[in-house]
């Protein structure tokens, strides 16, 4: 069975651009979460969606933003970039959110 | 302020010896608590998880104690092995609503042939 999938793996913007990340949970999961890991800090939560509701949001600007799809896939969004916004973005799937959340293996992005 | 804590960024352990690996948490109100493992390059992978109502769970090497008095959670790999090393991160949830995971800041492990 096919685990998370995300897309790009890498990325590079420069500052003040948008980009778009996307996820694909396991199949059968109708809950995605997105998660950000700066470099020698645990990931840290951004959203959680389920049935295509936002259910949860971090201590995040309004500069994130995502949404989930019909499929359950789901896109990470991010407007004007900040250097401080280089990070692994982690999206993490589970059945309900209420269980184990699986992780995908990330996109790394880089902001110059 | 950091509500998931682990206070050991590293820890280096001789080829089949036990790796006890250390988490502390301040919320009381966190009911289920998991272990991720992470190589380079590559998401966190879940290993073993351990609710509230328990103290104790196990999955083959891997052992997850709870010690909700202490708010203290510990991982015991047994024995441990090179294809152990990785950086291990605890992680913690509340029944809120939203449940997200607060995760640790990660201890690296390195396992010695």
């Known amino acids: 069975d096919a685990g998370v999938t995300q897309s790009p793996t890498h990325l590079i913007k420069t500052r003040g651009q948008q980009v778009t990340l996307r996820c694909s949970p396991i199949?059968?999961?109708?809950?995605v979460s997105w998660y950000q890991q700066v470099l020698g800090q645990g990931p840290q939560f951004i959203f959680q969606?389920?049935?295509?509701?936002?259910?949860g949001r971090g201590n995040f600007p309004d500069r994130f933003s995502a949404r989930q799809f019909p499929n359950y896939s789901s896109e990470l969004n991010v407007n004007a970039l900040l250097l401080g916004d280089s990070a692994l973005y982690l999206c993490?799937?589970?059945?309900?959110?209420?269980?184990?959340?699986?992780f995908g293996p990330g996109t790394r992005l880089l902001v110059l | 302020d950091q509500q998931v804590k682990q206070n050991s960024p590293s820890l280096s352990v001789q080829e089949g010896r036990i790796s006890i690996l250390n988490c502390d948490y301040t919320?009381?109100?966190?009911?289920?608590f998991l272990w991720y493992k992470k190589y380079p390059a590559e998401g966190p992978t879940f290993l073993i998880s351990?609710?509230?109502?328990?103290d104790k769970n196990e999955d083959g090497r891997f052992t997850v104690f709870l010690n909700k008095s202490a708010k203290h959670l510990s991982l015991h790999i047994v024995p441990s092995q090179p294809g152990d090393s990785a950086v291990y991160f605890c992680?913690?949830?509340?029944?809120?609503?939203?449940?997200?995971?607060?995760f640790g800041t990660g201890t690296r492990l390195k396992v010695l042939a």
């Open positions: 993490a799937s589970s059945g309900t959110g209420q269980e184990t959340q699986y």
């Open positions: 199949s059968g999961h109708k809950s």
């Open positions: 969606y389920y049935e295509k509701e936002e259910r």
């Open positions: 919320n009381s109100m966190f009911d289920y």
């Open positions: 351990i609710s509230s109502i328990k």
């Open positions: 992680a913690a949830s509340a029944p809120s609503g939203t449940y997200k995971y607060i």
